[in-house]
Nanobody
Framework: QVQLVESGGGSVQAGGSLRLSCTVSGLPSNIVALGWYRQAPGKEREFVSVSSNYGRDTSYHTSVKGRFTISRDNAKNTLNLQMNNLKPEDKALYYC???????????????????WGRGTQVTVSS
């Protein structure tokens, strides 16, 4: 059974950095598309960044481009998200996700997600 467990959330001031990790079990993480999503209070869950299988392609929401970097550690079966220059609007519950496929057309809506982690909280103060 696939399990996704997030870690690395916390509280930082604006301009700070955090690194999220998602430990994948139940299958080799490198063979599937994985991504990060987030949900702020009162808002819908949204796509943040996705990595295709084997990490050949990546995609980012426009609001995080140039600040966030998604990566894989195949030896540890993990997916990571390095978040730099954090802004108060980045505050949300961040979820690791296994997608059904990597979309070449950029369809990374939640309908593309097959498994979710439980989430890790990121808080950014101004």
């Amino acid at each position: 059974q696939v399990q996704l467990v997030e870690s690395g959330g916390g509280s930082v001031q604006a301009g700070g950095s955090l690194r999220l990790s998602c430990t994948v079990s139940g299958l080799p993480s490198n063979i599937v598309a994985l991504g990060w999503y987030r949900q702020a209070p009162g808002k819908e869950r949204e796509f943040v960044s996705v990595s295709s299988n084997y990490g050949r392609d990546t995609s980012y929401h426009t609001s995080v481009k140039g600040r966030f970097t998604i990566s894989r550690d195949n030896a540890k079966n993990t997916l990571n998200l390095q978040m730099n220059n954090l802004k108060p609007e980045d505050k949300a519950l961040y979820y690791c996700a296994k997608l059904s496929t990597y979309s070449d057309t950029g369809n990374f809506t939640t309908s593309n997600v097959r498994f979710w982690g439980r989430g890790t909280q990121v808080t950014v103060s101004s």
